[in-house]
């Protein structure tokens, strides 16, 4: 990086630090720059993101222009190469490992994935720290709720070079897919209740001393009890 210096009104001299490349940009930081709608949010993005206190940039707009003239490319540049995933970054000292394509990971995996997509109501860019902490594990270590949590702060420093490939590749990849498992996680919330429906009613005539429903409850048990297993397997 280097270094920019702007002047405040009082005369103080401000150093922020200006990014030379997209290995030298962090993801949330420019998550938050790339999906800010109003000026005074996009100021304090860039704020963020350069290392500078944002009521000066606030107080005189000039200084926000010039750090868009000093650093074009990341408001009108292209992003990295989306080319395949990295197998593995080290970052903050750990070393995460991707877990794959889409098709190989677990049902937990993409419903996570899933989960974090509509958390950002349709700026992806925003649940990105989130989507790469499921989508790359720490070697070693299980990859729990906890460890999804502390992978998801860590790589919300992630630099731009290692995270976009990998973001690409699964909105690319993956957006239909994760749209796929939340609708068949709803699915199979209905189907559950219906099955616990039918089963009150099965209860509910077991007294009945009606020779011919004898067989049909015996019949109605076993579909019961297979659908459910087939439900439970389908989701494991």
Do not use: C
Not at 69 to 92: D, K, M, N, R
Not at 159 to 182: C, E, Y
């Amino acid at each position: 990086m280097r270094k920019i210096t702007l002047t405040a009104a009082d005369g103080e001299a401000l150093t922020g630090q200006l990014p030379e490349s997209w290995a030298e940009v962090p993801l949330a930081p420019f998550a938050a720059l790339a999906t800010a709608e109003l000026l005074p949010a996009r100021v304090r993005a860039l704020a963020a993101l350069v290392g500078l206190p944002a009521e000066p940039l606030l107080y005189d707009i000039n200084h926000y222009a010039r750090i868009l003239v000093a650093a074009p490319w990341l408001f009108s540049g292209e992003l990295p190469a989306a080319t395949e995933p990295v197998p593995s970054f080290v970052h903050q000292g750990i070393t995460y490992a991707h877990v794959g394509a889409l098709d190989t990971i677990t049902a937990e995996q993409m419903e996570a994935l899933y989960n974090f997509l509509a958390e950002a109501e349709g700026q992806p860019l925003t649940a990105a720290p989130g989507l790469l902490a499921v989508l790359y594990a720490p070697k070693g270590q299980p990859q729990t709720a906890q460890v999804v949590a502390q992978a998801q702060a860590a790589l919300a420093s992630l630099p731009m070079s290692i995270a976009w490939p990998a973001l690409a590749d699964f909105l690319r990849a993956g957006s239909s897919v994760a749209q796929l498992i939340g609708t068949y996680s709803a699915l199979r919330a209905q189907a559950e209740v219906a099955l616990q429906s039918l089963e009150k009613a099965l209860a509910a005539s077991s007294g009945s001393t009606r020779f011919w429903q004898k067989p049909l409850r015996f019949l109605s048990a076993q579909w019961i009890k297979s659908a459910r297993a087939t439900l439970t397997t389908a989701w494991s």
